[in-house]
């Protein structure tokens, strides 16, 4: 026999970047040192009482006192499908707004379930009014709305206000993406009667990705228990990964122990800083950026109005080449921000602050590092043209 020669490859050796792009966020260190902990198996009585934490803890931040409430093992799309696949049984009708490029997912997901998707589309950046939600759903009678809470590809937050009502007065079910507006805006989901919610750990919970925490409802569980046709999908069929979370605690499929390490520390971070004191940061830290951006010349993607605070998308100026400005933020300052998706692609930066890199270090370094690349690049930029709005921000805002 002829054995094929191990390749030889350097030592793995991952450069400590500053991460402001639309995810991975930022991890602490305590959520790295967590993952390295010794492992155990996937049913020894100490993992089991860490799922137990992670579930409690999921459901504050998600406030919710929803039963089924879990992180599937995989990134925020596994969370879409699960809750999708769980929910729709082929023919259903789902109304599906798309304003960028998750919604445009979902629609996908849902077509690819058997579903009977119908959509409702708005320019990118813009959001949907609680009249023009009204309007489609009582068009098209649908069972299920989704809905992105919070747009990556644009930056825009969709309000969610009247939304759980109106779906519900017609025995409806909604269906939101909060993959990246969970911790970082409010997502009140038993309050405003959400059904079914993902996310994703790598946003703004700043967990490294690999678990998407999903929730469903009492009347969503039931959707589910009571389904004539099996689950599409045998991996993320909740009736049956339930039997491990739930209780009783059968094998389904190992569950990434490691990584419900990294969790369970995020989320202790989460519990420790408070939800409130969290949204506040955010949005505060997003206005002395947005001070900055606009000081160096650059236009917001999204209305005033309807900004993701942990998303801040803006047009890239006329010749400014995109991939050099940020592969240099990259290479000299070690700093990730995104390119733009789809329809975006080319057209405009989204940065991030999300989690650990939401802070004024970051802000600042930042916005220093923009100019001096938009000067790079011919623009004409005065100095501190970012710096000095968002520093004036800092000190109005006594942060
Ligand atoms: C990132 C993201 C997803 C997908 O999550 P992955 O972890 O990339 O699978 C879905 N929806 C929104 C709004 C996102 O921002």
Redesign the pocket.
Known sequence: MSIQQAPQVKSLNPPRRVLMG??PSDVSDRVREAMAKPLVGHLDPEFLSIMDDNQSMLRYVFQTNNELTIPISA???AG?EACIVNLIQEGDKILIGVNGV?GKRMADVAERAGAEVVTIEKPWGEVFSLAEVKNAWQTHKPKFLGL?H???STGALQPLDGIGELVHGDDGFLIV?A??SLAGVPVMVDEWGIDAVYS?S??CLSCP?GLAPVSFSQRAADVLSSRKSKVQSWYLDLSMVMGYWGGERAYHHTAPVSMNYGLHAALQQICEEGLETRWQRHDNLHRCLAAGLEGLGLQFMADKAHRLPQLNAVAIPDGVDDAKVRRRLLQDFNIEIGGGLGAFKGKVWRIGLMGDACGKNQVLTLLGALEYCLKGEGQKVGAGAGVGPASDMMLELGI
Do not use: Y
């Open positions: 639309p995810g990134t925020g799309s879409m998750f992105v919070g747009e990556t993406d993959v990246t994703g790598q946003k990705p």
